[in-house]
């Protein structure tokens, strides 16, 4: 069974850090590219970072660039979002995603951040 799990989610200021965690299982992870996308309220979900399968290639959403810091760790089935210099406008619902081609795609069940003072 395939599970993808979100975690480190929360409240934090502005200007803070925050690192949010993706734990998988139940598929071959070194072998999948992954993802974190987020979703603002009224807002559609929209692409934030990307790391390959091996972690050598990553991308990252204009407005992140510089902040964030997308990771995997291969033998611990996880991926990893660094944010740095968090802003108000970073508040969203955090998805991590598993993609290997057009038909195979996987996701979390999301983790809430939001940046408020």
């Known amino acids: 069974q395939v599970q993808l799990v979100e975690s480190g989610g929360g409240l934090v200021q502005p200007g803070g850090s925050l690192r949010i965690s993706c734990a998988a299982s139940?598929?071959?992870?070194?072998?999948?590219?992954m993802n974190w996308y987020r979703q603002a309220p009224g807002k559609e979900r929209e692409l934030v970072a990307a790391i390959s399968s091996v972690g050598d290639l990553t991308n990252y959403l204009d407005s992140v660039k510089g902040r964030f810091t997308i990771s995997r760790d291969n033998a611990k089935n996880t991926v990893y979002l660094q944010m740095n210099s968090l802003k108000p406008e970073d508040t969203a619902v955090y998805y991590c995603?598993?993609?290997?081609?057009?038909?195979?795609?996987?996701w979390g069940q999301g983790t809430q951040v939001t940046v408020s003072s």
């Open positions: 139940g598929f071959t992870f070194s072998t999948y590219g």
């Open positions: 995603n598993a993609r290997r081609g057009p038909r195979t795609d996987y």
